[in-house]
């Protein structure tokens, strides 16, 4: 590990040794052992560090040279056009049910759980004409007979067609 002041200080008596003036002291066994430290820590924390802008451009010439040429976006126009005419050569044309694509009814719901309720309706609707027609026919008023069946046949026809909606 290196002390900075140390560092510091090698690096205040390599100028000095550049500038021409030379200190005494500076020969001395503490400094050379601040020297060796310091050339070392330099070897050790040396690093190549390579510049990359992407996002900013330099206005300094030199430091032009590391910016990054980005690659131009893809263009997929063309394949997703290319894709979409195949998809559309093998997709198949069928032939659609309007019933399975029409919404049920709102009340479908309401006429299945109702269903049991009018069937037994119907049950006592069909018992109770039938007593009618009996009670005629004991009171003897035959002409009244025909127009009752007819009614009970025109009664169990309309049951029918409101079950068929």
Do not use: C
Not at 103 to 116: H, M
Request: aromatic share 4%; hydrophobic share 35%; charged share 35%.
């Amino acid at each position: 590990m290196v002390i900075l002041g140390q560092g510091k200080r090698s690096r205040d008596n390599s100028l000095s040794f550049s500038n021409g003036h030379h200190d005494e002291s500076a020969d001395s066994p503490k400094n050379q052992a601040a020297k060796d430290d310091s050339e070392r820590s330099s070897t050790v924390t040396k690093f190549d560090a390579v510049l990359k802008f992407r996002n900013y451009k330099p206005l300094d010439s030199e430091l032009a040279r590391f910016t990054v040429d980005l690659s131009p976006a893809l263009d997929i126009a063309d394949e997703l056009r290319d894709v979409l005419e195949e998809a559309k050569k093998f997709q198949e044309v069928e032939e659609i049910d309007l019933a399975s694509l029409a919404p049920k009814k709102v009340d479908w719901d309401l006429k299945r759980d109702a269903q049991k309720k009018l069937d037994k309706l119907e049950r006592r609707t069909q018992k109770a004409i039938i007593e009618l027609i009996r009670q005629r026919l004991q009171a003897g008023s035959n002409e009244l007979l025909l127009p009752a069946m007819n009614f009970s046949a025109k009664a169990a026809e309309e049951s029918h067609m409101s079950d068929e909606d």
